[in-house]
């Protein structure tokens, strides 16, 4: 079946390079999955018609590195957490805690709850292709609901030797030995703290990892006390950083850590969200200038890909000045970075490429001059008139969402009830 989506603004990219924004009233065709043409006017008698006159057509975003269960169980538990202790690490202190009592306390259909509601928001805001860096004990409901959902989604459940790091509530940090371990195609590591030989030697072998580093300062320091090194280091030195490597996380690192991610060729995928509640920096600006694939990731807190490219336009100045990171830079973060990073034919209308667009009614924007300038930094989830995913257009119903919205509710006061003993 045929679908062409008529008269609206194609807003996309004429290549993979920033800045390369092409602008242009246009009619799209899609067949069996793919953008099939892209013109002015094209007639198509047999297709089925979608009208965007007076909208944006946008390729759909590519969330690298999202968290699904952890952004919805720590939602409002992070802002305003204490970086006096833990390191300064939100994920020590509050995100890997909160994971393990999910997962020895919630049942399989709490589980599920939490992690659809997250991933109905992550759609809500624009995504149309995730790569989940998860816990275990979620990834199996990720995979299924998201096949659900419509949306494509790369699942990596992450492998440790002997399970998760955690922190006691008098702030000692505990690290389980590094014996053992396992680690299978398709996962990813956890992070250097609880990375044994034997798994390193099994990833060396896997086609793509993903993989936690440079994320906070306890681990750096855990690192160079260790192994002599810095956690990116640490990866090159096991041979498992090259192109197929995605670093999620990214925040700490210095010249040398950069020129290693360069050389190989690794995408970094960070969180603007994340490291301005975390209180680090976000060097996406420094990374660019060493020429480092660098896209964006929701990270553990929320799951919108809009407030992602805002306020990674906003970081990205603080990294720098106003004119060296603008509202195009955060667009292809969110859009062909994160494709770069997966190896797939993502993030841009052309032909060929997966048919994952928006449709956004520019309505509630108004009065506007500069499209996609006011979509980074003023757009809203509302402002989505339609997602399409592989030529598919994902149905958005607003009673089921209050309906998961207050499933997931349930599942996560669960959790907080038992943290209150641990770790509130």
Request: charged share 20%; hydrophobic share 40%.
């Amino acid at each position: 079946m045929r679908t062409l989506v008529k008269n609206g603004l194609v807003i996309t990219f004429i290549h993979e390079g920033y800045h390369s924004i092409k602008m242009k009233y246009a009619d799209v065709l899609i067949e069996d999955g793919l953008f099939a043409d892209i013109k002015e006017e094209i007639h198509d008698p047999d297709a089925k018609i979608i009208d965007a006159e007076g909208k944006w057509v946008l390729p759909g975003f590519v969330d690298v590195g999202s968290s699904c269960a952890a952004s919805v169980l720590c939602n409002g538990l992070i802002p305003d957490y204490s970086r006096a202790r833990w390191q300064g690490s939100m994920i020590h202190g509050r995100v890997l805690p909160m994971l393990e009592i999910a997962a020895q306390l919630l049942n399989d259909a709490d589980k599920r709850a939490i992690v659809r509601w997250a991933l109905r928001q992550a759609l809500d805001s624009g995504v149309t292709t995730l790569a989940e860096l998860t816990h275990p004990a979620f990834g199996r409901f990720v995979k299924e609901e998201a096949q659900s959902l419509g949306l494509r989604c790369f699942v990596a459940e992450e492998a440790t030797a002997n399970g998760y790091p955690y922190a006691e509530h008098s702030g000692l940090y505990q690290n389980p030995g590094l014996a053992g371990g396992r680690f299978q195609p398709g996962e990813g590591l956890y992070s250097v703290e609880t990375t044994s030989q034997d798994m390193y030697a099994a990833a060396r072998a896997a086609d793509g990892l993903m993989v936690r580093a440079a994320y906070c300062e306890y681990e750096k320091q855990f690192s160079r006390m260790t192994f002599g090194v810095s956690p990116v280091g640490k990866l090159q030195q096991e041979g498992v950083l090259c192109d197929r490597t995605i670093v999620v996380g990214g925040y700490d690192t210095d010249f040398f850590d950069r020129e290693r991610l360069r050389t190989a060729g690794a995408t970094v995928a960070m969180s603007a969200v994340t490291a301005m509640q975390d209180g680090v920096p976000f060097p996406v600006v420094t990374n660019l200038r060493q020429d480092i694939n660098t896209c964006l990731g929701t990270g553990y807190y929320g799951m919108n890909m809009l407030d992602e490219m805002r306020q990674a336009a906003f970081a990205g100045k603080l990294d720098s000045n106003a004119s060296q990171f603008q509202a195009s830079d955060a667009f292809y973060a969110a859009t062909i970075a994160g494709a770069q990073g997966l190896h797939r034919k993502l993030g841009r209308i052309e032909p060929g490429f997966c048919a994952d667009l928006l449709v956004v009614d520019p309505c509630c924007l108004a009065p506007h001059n500069y499209p996609l300038i006011e979509l980074v930094y003023r757009g809203q989830c509302r402002d989505i008139a339609l997602r399409m995913v592989d030529g598919r257009v994902c149905e958005h119903d607003c009673a089921q969402m209050r309906q998961e919205a207050e499933r997931a509710q349930a599942a996560a006061e669960k959790v907080w009830h038992e943290a209150q003993k641990f770790i509130l």
